[in-house]
C-alpha cells in the first residue's frame, strides 16, 4: 500500500520524441513534444501537427497531417547525412543562408543533394508550408 501511495505523490514526467519515424505514434500514446530536424524544414506542418494532437486532441486529423510530413520524416531518418541534407534543402529549396558545412561534416555531392530532395518531395511540400 505505501508503494502505491508514493507513486501517487510522484509528479507527472512529460515525454518528447527523438525519433521523427515515432512521432505519430509517440504522440498518440502521450508525448507532449519532439526534437526534430523535420520542424526546421516543414515548421507550419509540424506546428499544425502538434496543434491535432495535443492541444485538438484530432489524432484522424493528426495522422492526416503526419501523412503529408512524412517524405521529409523519411528522408532524414533513411539518408546517412541528414544534417547536411537539412542544411541543404534549407538554403536551396526553402532559401535561408545557411553558410557551409563546418568540420567534420562535409558537403554532400551534387547526385546527392539531388537525391535528397527527391526523396523529401519537399519542393512540392514547401508551397504548402508558409508560415
Not at 81 to 87: D, G, I, L, W, Y
Not at 113 to 124: F, H
Request: proline residues 4%.
Amino acid at each position: 500500500m505505501l508503494f502505491l501511495k508514493q507513486n501517487r505523490q510522484k509528479k507527472k514526467k512529460n515525454v518528447l520524441c527523438g525519433c521523427d519515424y515515432l512521432l505519430y505514434q509517440a504522440y498518440a500514446t502521450g508525448a507532449v513534444g519532439w526534437i526534430s530536424m523535420t520542424a526546421n524544414i516543414l515548421p507550419k506542418l509540424s506546428a499544425d501537427f502538434h496543434n491535432a494532437m495535443i492541444i485538438e486532441k484530432d489524432y484522424q486529423k493528426g495522422l492526416e497531417i503526419y501523412k503529408k510530413l512524412y517524405p521529409v520524416v523519411n528522408m532524414t531518418e533513411r539518408y546517412p547525412a541528414p544534417t547536411q541534407a537539412v542544411k541543404h534543402i534549407l538554403t536551396e529549396v526553402i532559401g535561408f543562408d545557411e553558410g557551409i558545412c563546418r568540420r567534420p561534416r562535409r558537403e554532400i555531392s551534387a547526385e546527392d543533394k539531388a537525391m535528397v530532395v527527391e526523396w523529401s518531395q519537399i519542393k512540392e511540400l514547401a508551397k504548402t508550408n508558409k508560415m
